[in-house]
């Protein structure tokens, strides 16, 4: 607490310096100028932009919005599904980050988070993305302790006035590894003050494979299903988003409205024990934006409904159950389980266990919805101020039908009427003098929080007391039934972002803040200990099961960014940016290994296999260095320009309290390329370079990785109406392991820790993909 209070001292007296070095001296700001409507990304420093032209070469080649970030210094992205990876800035991801898409603060509704945020846009429909990979102002802040990404569709067009217009855009692609295709369309007809759209996209793939044989097993679990030596069971997946906008503008007033709807009919995760069966989103998204006497009045109201389904997919093991067929399924020593009859929970005949469980269904219903307003206010030296306001209302219920065996004979109710409400207000100051410009800005937020009663499979109420179920169920639940679920908390965000340019050739950027993230419901509300149940709550992909913690804290952390960038006077020769940073996390949720038998943290920890552990608050520190560079080699050459860019990352994560490294820190890594630019022709050639992953989480048994390089190959011809894509990824067909991708739990007897022969054991990672040859079209018509 001391260090906190100190870190908050220093950054109100470092603030105020910053106000202390502007007078009253008239500075330049430029107003806004409402042309489409669409909302405008806030001030610029302190973040990466990727425009449209940066995103197109990107689209060919990935279905994974967040993929779309990778290049962007310090950032990263979990392995997931092939269309939800969870993207990571400075060693903190998924919930810790502040994600907005189209204004929308969505939410994952899955134990897993599946569906996480930037999966709910396809890679075509992107046209923006800012990420401010450390210190965030407050309005793009709140309820995270990193950086903020904010992804926008293209904005609406309109005609001339007197006008109509008639546009749009159709596109295909493929991909060799996991024979992967899918295409998208749009439409557009506007006149001068209405705009009406269509856009929508499809995309599937098969199971990718690796440069080459990662493990030693084919079998599946399913009888009659196998899969080569070098085949990542558990990847392919569908996915289909659509949706529909209107827009309209006049006297400087503009309306948008959209109604956006996804259908994934499967995703599979390779290192998760269940796999996505269906996910059904409909999103309605509508906001305005107004010139006032005063200022530029901006508000938006949003509301999602999820509706997610999982169970074993086509990789995994589907029926369980003790004892021989018909009856029972083969038992946990089973490397295929086999079909029985009739479904039915684990029982006694002829002096043996018997029992036939039908796969494990969970189903997740999720309701978000939000409004937020803000105001732009210009001041009378030239500064401006912004005020604004935001309140997010989120429910969630998580339940898992019975099926069988130890899955009988009621519903096992995760989270029961989870209830997660923000309210938000903040404060925000722009100042521009001469030279300097300055962000200065103060949030509060609070965050009610609460739950229903719950059970196990074993029981149809909500027990209060007592014993008994598999895996400690009824003492589980009564537990947790037994226990106040309100959870109020007041959290507090600061920042500070500076920028001074001294000369045309320097600019150098400071980033001072505090921001604060309560847990989510999953952290707070899951309940039960019996490993098969903790198996299926987890976000990180590590093979391993996780249990809640209603005394959880809210997260604060503390973070110092500087960043010095050098370039020529006209930004186009040559550039080298460099920014180290260091933060601390008081309450940073951790977790400990736990022992379900005596419900207390385990006296002796598992190594080297899975195991339960539960969230706990320790402290935490992140630190680390990120650098870019371009150097324009050659202009006006009979062969074109060339231009070489470079971009590395450290990262260095540990916890304050143990001594351990925390989880899924990227390691050291490097990307090369040199680029040809010809007339329509762009052409790169790239290498990316990653490091061991040695530092691992050593309470969760992650894995290291080794080093490795990698070359790709890209191609890119350009027209005003249509484009080209061709490439080869990974050229040399590399075998290597994803540092982040989590433990390979892709096929076999997933639910459990099955008794060796069987799989998955603890010790294989999930692969990177090998070789990939991709192609893509595109055409405006």
């Excluded at 898409?101 to 429909?125: E, F, K, Q, R, W």
């Amino acid at each position: 607490m001391a260090r906190r209070q100190l870190f908050v001292a220093v950054l109100g007296v470092l603030g105020g310096l910053g106000a202390w070095t502007v007078s009253a001296e008239e500075a330049t700001t430029l107003g806004e100028v409402v042309v489409t409507a669409q909302r405008d990304l806030p001030l610029g420093f302190g973040s990466t932009t990727l425009n449209a032209a940066e995103i197109a070469p990107k689209r060919a080649r990935t279905s994974d919005t967040a993929s779309l970030l990778l290049g962007i210094p310090g950032v990263s992205v979990y392995g997931a599904g092939g269309v939800s990876s969870l993207p990571a800035i400075r060693g903190l991801a998924d919930d810790r980050l502040r994600t907005k898409v189209d204004g929308m603060d969505l939410v994952a509704a899955c134990p897993n988070h599946m569906n996480s945020p930037l999966s709910y846009i396809d890679p075509t429909a992107v046209d923006q993305v800012q990420v401010f990979a450390g210190v965030s102002p407050v309005s793009v802040g709140g309820d995270s302790i990193g950086g903020s990404i904010l992804v926008e569709s293209a904005a609406m067009p309109f005609a001339m006035p007197g006008e109509h217009l008639m546009q749009g855009s159709a596109g295909a692609f493929y991909r060799s590894n996991g024979d992967s295709w899918g295409g998208n369309l749009s439409g557009t007809y506007a006149t001068d003050n209405l705009s009406l759209r269509y856009t929508g996209a499809y995309a599937q793939s098969d199971n990718y494979k690796a440069g080459g044989n990662f493990k030693d097993y084919t079998f599946t679990g399913r009888a009659g299903h196998t899969l080569p030596l070098d085949e990542v069971g558990s990847t392919a997946y569908e996915a289909i988003n659509q949706s529909v906008q209107f827009a309209w503008q006049g006297d400087g007033h503009a309306l948008d409205f959209s109604v956006g709807q996804q259908h994934i009919p499967y995703e599979n995760y390779p290192n998760q024990r269940m796999d996505m069966t269906d996910n059904r989103s409909d999103q309605f998204n509508l906001g305005y934006t107004g010139k006032q006497g005063w200022g530029t009045l901006k508000a938006r109201a949003y509301y999602e409904h999820t509706q997610h389904e999982m169970d074993f997919g086509d990789d995994k093991r589907y029926w369980y159950g003790p004892g021989k067929p018909p009856a029972g399924s083969g038992g946990d020593t089973a490397l295929n389980g086999m079909p029985c009859a009739p479904i039915s929970g684990t029982k006694m005949v002829n002096g043996m266990m018997v029992g036939c469980a039908a796969g494990m269904p969970m189903d997740t219903d999720g309701k978000n919805g939000g409004i937020t307003v803000s105001a732009d206010i210009p001041l009378a030296d030239g500064n401006l101020f912004r005020v604004g306001g935001e309140y997010q209302n989120y429910r969630l219920d998580d339940w898992w039908d019975p099926s069988g065996a130890g899955m009988w004979p009621y519903t096992f109710w995760n989270i029961n009427d989870g209830q997660r409400d923000r309210f938000a207000a903040f404060g925000e100051w722009e100042i521009h003098k001469d030279r300097w410009s300055h962000i200065l800005g103060v949030r509060a937020e609070i965050v009610d929080m609460d739950t229903g009663q719950v059970h196990g499979y074993n029981l149809n109420s909500f027990p209060t007391s007592g014993v008994g179920g598999m895996g400690n169920q009824t003492r589980d639940a009564a537990l947790f039934n037994a226990q106040d679920h309100g959870k109020t908390d007041l959290n507090w965000d600061l920042s500070w972002l500076a920028r001074f340019t001294p000369a045309p050739t320097q600019t150098y950027e400071i980033g001072l803040g505090q921001k604060t993230r309560s847990p989510n419901l999953y952290e707070r509300y899951t309940w039960s200990t019996w490993q098969m149940a903790a198996f299926m709550n987890n976000f990180v992909g590590d093979g391993n099961g996780y249990v809640g913690n209603l005394g959880l804290d809210p997260e604060v952390a503390g973070t110092l960014s500087l960043t010095a960038d050098w370039h020529d006077a006209n930004q186009q020769q040559w550039g080298v940016k460099v920014t180290p940073y260091y933060t601390y996390v008081w309450d940073y949720i951790d977790a400990v290994q736990w022992d379900s038998t005596t419900n207390t943290p385990r006296i002796v920890p598992v190594v080297d296999n899975f195991t339960v552990l539960k969230y706990f608050n320790q402290s935490a520190t992140l630190y680390g260095i990120d650098l870019s560079a371009h150097y324009l080699v050659a202009s006006g050459t009979g062969f074109g320009d060339f231009t070489a860019q470079v971009g590395a990352s450290y990262t260095k994560g540990e916890n304050q309290d143990t001594g351990d490294n925390l989880y899924n820190i990227m390691p050291l890594n490097a990307t090369l390329a040199l680029t040809q630019e010809l007339g329509p022709w762009r052409n790169t050639l790239e290498g990316v370079f990653v490091s061991a992953k040695d530092d691992v989480s050593q309470v969760r048994n992650e894995m290291q990785t080794a080093g490795y390089g990698l070359a790709h190959l890209r191609s890119r011809y350009e027209k005003k109406t249509w484009s080209v894509e061709l490439g080869i990824e990974n050229v040399l067909d590399r075998n290597y392991d994803l540092p982040l991708g989590g433990a390979y739990v892709g096929q076999g007897t997933t639910m459990t820790i099955p008794p060796f022969p069987n799989e998955p054991q603890w010790g294989t990672p999930v692969p990177g993909q090998g070789r990939s040859f991709y192609a893509g079209v595109n055409v405006k018509f």
